[in-house]
């Protein structure tokens, strides 16, 4: 429920609701309307993806992550990065704050953490970690061994600065053979990310691409207000599948947008 209180689509908390009150959204870098927010003296954190995911693949920059911690620092509120779709280095970084230099009070992980077995964690500064105490926060499956064990391993792999290097360069590659092929096409409004989340956006709505795409072996979806396609790739992905992505989907691509 509290998770539910955060997001701003809809379809996510409609069906849940009434929800949890007090939590604000404001539009995404917009460093003013947070301070304005933080001002009022109410506000216990400011939660924010360094890189939106399902925003849009909208990375963040120096300026308002480095403005947001300076404003929660002045108003007393905690900053927490959520990580759970960026971290882990889907963005050629180990966590995505680390292209910015910025950090966060709390940091959430999940999705890729335990490789695939389910786990989710929150990180928390030491400053932080002093206001709870033992049996303050836990669940009846936390700290399950098994899955546990193998967020160890996948950490101590993901970790490895050759492993981040090859997702950096494998990212670059994919990013810029889309950008070359798609270069000039009506209705390609960008092409944008970090590492290995990558996305497309587009005047219309790319549903109708994810279909074709499909069809054509890629198992890709979409992001923002629908109308960005949302790659998310395996952090294995090698140069030769990077080439082999951008072959389908840029005719994929060009073939639904003059349908």
């Known amino acids: 429920m509290g998770a539910l209180a955060l997001t701003y689509k809809s379809q996510y908390k409609t069906p849940f609701g009434p929800g949890l009150p007090g939590g604000v959204s404001v539009p995404f870098l917009d460093l003013a309307a947070a301070e304005a927010v933080l001002a009022r003296g109410t506000t216990a954190a400011v939660f924010v993806e360094p890189l939106q995911g399902e ?60 490789g695939g077995l389910p786990i989710g964690a929150a990180l928390l500064t ?19 061994p098994l899955v546990c064990a193998a967020g160890v391993a996948v950490f101590d792999a993901v970790a490895a600065p050759a492993f981040l290097a090859a997702v950096s360069s494998t990212g670059a590659r994919l990013r810029d053979g889309l950008a070359a092929g798609l270069k000039g096409v009506p209705g390609v409004v960008d092409v ?45 992905l090698t140069p030769a599948e990077a080439d082999e992505a951008v072959a389908k989907l840029v005719p994929v691509i060009k073939a639904e947008l003059s349908a």
Do not use: Y
């Open 55 to 114: 925003g849009g693949i909208h990375p963040a920059s120096k300026a308002f992550l480095a403005g947001l911690r300076a404003a929660c620092d002045r108003h007393g509120a905690l900053l927490v990065f959520d990580e759970v779709q960026v971290g882990l280095g889907r963005t050629g970084a180990l966590w995505a704050h680390d292209h910015f230099g910025v950090t966060p009070d709390i940091m959430t992980l999940a999705k890729p953490l335990a």
């Open 126 to 144: 030491e400053r932080v970690a002093a206001a709870m105490a033992p049996g303050d926060h836990g669940s009846t499956f936390a700290g399950n």
């Open 192 to 236: 944008r990310g970090l590492g290995l989340i990558i996305g497309v956006e587009l005047d219309r709505p790319a549903g109708g691409i994810v279909d074709r795409a499909r069809e054509a072996g890629l198992l890709i979806l979409t992001a923002g207000a629908g109308n960005v396609v949302r790659l998310v790739p395996p952090l294995v």
